[in-house]
């Protein structure tokens, strides 16, 4: 339970194009936020600026799956994390 309630409580972020964008994410999985730096808006390549986010978004689901190993796989006996 005290594992639980430390990744309910923590938070990560995902980045992609060295900062461009930035997902943050609660230990949960629930998305709490995104960071769009304007430099990283091109009207002309909107296909790239999906492709960061998209990055952002699995860079971020990979650091909760870590977290959530970290603080629950001793308790589940490697039965792994989220299914991220």
């Known amino acids: 339970a005290a594992a639980q309630a430390e990744l309910a409580e923590a938070e990560v972020t995902g980045t992609a194009g060295v900062g461009l ?10 998305y709490k936020s995104v960071k769009i730096d304007p430099k990283a808006v091109d009207p002309d390549d909107v296909e790239a600026l999906e492709d960061l986010v998209l990055a952002a978004l699995h860079n ?25």
């Open 21 to 30: 964008v930035a997902v943050t994410v609660s230990g949960t999985g629930e």
């Open 60 to 84: 971020a689901a990979e650091s909760v799956r870590k977290l959530t190993e970290e603080k629950m796989g001793p308790l589940t006996g490697g039965l792994g994390g989220l299914p991220f």
